[in-house]
């Protein structure tokens, strides 16, 4: 999407289109498996939205910076992505039940679960 969008507004040559779409796809797709492997930088690449007062969906804003050289309006693009995890009350309590499971073996001495 992002690469039709830039080609729409005229600040990318259709000759550099396809080469931009994988050169954008494969670092966006580089971020999100660092943000699942939870190695994204806080405070610079991953930031809580505190603005978000809805406790049962925190929101976080991904952002990163990247080479932009094939676009007409300068060397550099930001990327921004926005994202909420929703957490039901049916998997708080699976959460809390997995929490207090660990803590009492831990408790025992015995920290994995058989």
Do not use: C
């Not at 080609?7 to 259709?14: K, N, V």
């Amino acid at each position: 999407m992002a690469a039709n969008q830039e080609f729409a507004w005229g600040l990318l040559d259709s000759r550099r289109y396809n080469k931009y779409k994988m050169r954008l796809e494969a670092f966006v797709e580089e971020k999100l498996d660092r943000a699942v492997a939870g190695s994204l930088t806080p405070g610079t690449e991953v930031i809580f939205l505190a603005r978000s007062k809805r406790e049962d969906a925190p929101m976080f804003e991904f952002r990163w910076h990247r080479d932009a050289r094939e676009l007409r309006v300068g060397k550099r693009e930001q990327i921004r992505h926005y994202d909420a995890e929703l957490i039901q009350k049916a998997q708080n309590k699976e959460i809390d039940r997995a929490i207090a499971v660990y803590e009492q073996r831990a408790s025992d001495g015995r920290e994995t679960v058989s």
